[in-house]
C-alpha cells in the first residue's frame, strides 16, 4: 500500500489531538503526546501502513485507545508512546500486535470497563432487552394490522393462531437476537 506524508502526518496530528489529557484512575494517567514527528514515529507509522492500515484506521485505533486510556471506569492504565502503540506486539505471541485490539472493527469498550463498571453496562442492556420481549405484544398487533391493510379482511381464526404461534414458538434465543439486533440499529 503506497503511504503519503499527508497519511503519516494525519495519523500523528490524530496522535497530538489528545496531548495533555490526563485523567485520576488509582494513579494519575496522562497522554503521551510528542515534540515533533521524528524518524521512529515517521517509520512506524509508514510500516503499518505497508501492511495494509489505512490512515484512518489507524486513527480510529488511536481514538479507542484514547477512550480506554482517559476514561476513568476503564482499567486500562498503559500508557504509551506512538511507535510503541503501533509497534508492541502481545506478550504470549510475537506475530500479534496489540493494536488490533483497538482497531474500529475490533473493539468493544466494554471489554476494557472495571467490574463495577461493568456491571452497571450489562444491567442497562438487561433492561433494555427485558423492554424489547415485553414488545411481541406489540409486534403481534403489527402483524395483525398489517394483515388487515393488504387484505381488507379482519384478522380471525387461523390467522390469529398462526401469527401467535410463530410469535410464541421462538426460542429465547431468537428473541435474544431479535433484541440486540433492534439494540444495534437504535
Known amino acids: 500500500m503506497k503511504t503519503t506524508n499527508a497519511d503519516i502526518q494525519k495519523v500523528y496530528d490524530c496522535w497530538q489531538s489528545h496531548k495533555g489529557e490526563c ?11 510528542h515534540r515533533k514527528l521524528d524518524t521512529a514515529i515517521r517509520q512506524s507509522i509508514k510500516t503499518r501502513m505497508i501492511e495494509g492500515y489505512t490512515a484512518d484506521e489507524l486513527c480510529g485505533a ?12 476503564c482499567k486500562w492504565s498503559y500508557v504509551w508512546t506512538l511507535p510503541f502503540f503501533l509497534t508492541r506486539h502481545l506478550p504470549d505471541d510475537k506475530k500479534i500486535l496489540q493494536i ?7 473493539f468493544r469498550l466494554d471489554d476494557f470497563l472495571a ?10 442492556k438487561k433492561t433494555r432487552y427485558e423492554n424489547i420481549i415485553e414488545a411481541t405484544d406489540t409486534e403481534k398487533k403489527a402483524i395483525r394490522d398489517a394483515y388487515e391493510k393488504r387484505t381488507g379482511k379482519p384478522a380471525l381464526g387461523r390467522i390469529l393462531k398462526r401469527v401467535d404461534a410463530d410469535v410464541d414458538k421462538r426460542s429465547f434465543g431468537d428473541k435474544q437476537n431479535d433484541a440486540l439486533g433492534r439494540l444495534k440499529e437504535s
Not at 485523567?23 to 503526546?33: C, L
Not at 488511536?62 to 471506569?73: M, Q, R
Open 62 to 73: 488511536i481514538d479507542n485507545y484514547a477512550a480506554v486510556l482517559l476514561n476513568k471506569d
Open 115 to 124: 467490574h463495577k463498571a461493568r456491571k452497571k453496562v450489562v444491567e442497562e
Open 23 to 33: 485523567v485520576w484512575k488509582p494513579q494519575k494517567v496522562h497522554w503521551h503526546g
Open 100 to 106: 488490533w485490539r483497538f482497531l474500529p472493527g475490533q
